[in-house]
């Protein structure tokens, strides 16, 4: 899994971000990133907050467990997922490896056909 990284704070993901899209959802992979589209305007840090709030109810955490710690002002954005204190950071990696990889697979099976095409041809790339 290119797009995540372990470390001790927690796991990083890397994202691209493709605001001004009509629903807030994972769509799959974008090279080595997990690419999402989301509803807010990349103004105002308006699309990074809502990238937040996004990946906070799809993983199931708190939005201050989720902070962008790079490219703020990027589509491409890395996303540090902070382990609980006082619990086993492997057992939550490992938790939140499984979460990640069940959203991917979810997202890949419901896009239609030709974007799944799409999809297969720009992860060659």
Do not use: W
């Amino acid at each position: 899994m290119q797009f995540l990284q372990e470390t001790p704070q927690g796991i990083v993901i890397k994202i691209y971000v493709q605001p001004r899209s009509s629903r807030n959802r994972i769509i799959g992979l974008h090279g080595d990133a997990l690419k999402i589209t989301i509803q807010a305007p990349p103004v105002d840090d308006a699309a990074n907050r809502m990238c937040i709030e996004f990946m906070a109810k799809c993983l199931n955490l708190p939005r201050s467990a989720i902070e962008i710690i790079g490219g703020q002002t990027s589509r491409m954005k890395r996303l540090l997922l902070r382990y609980a204190p006082g619990f086993d950071s492997t057992e939550q990696a490992e938790t939140y490896k499984q979460t990640l990889l069940s959203l991917l697979d979810n997202s890949i099976s419901k896009v239609s056909p030709h974007h799944r095409k799409k999809t297969a041809i720009e992860n060659r790339g």
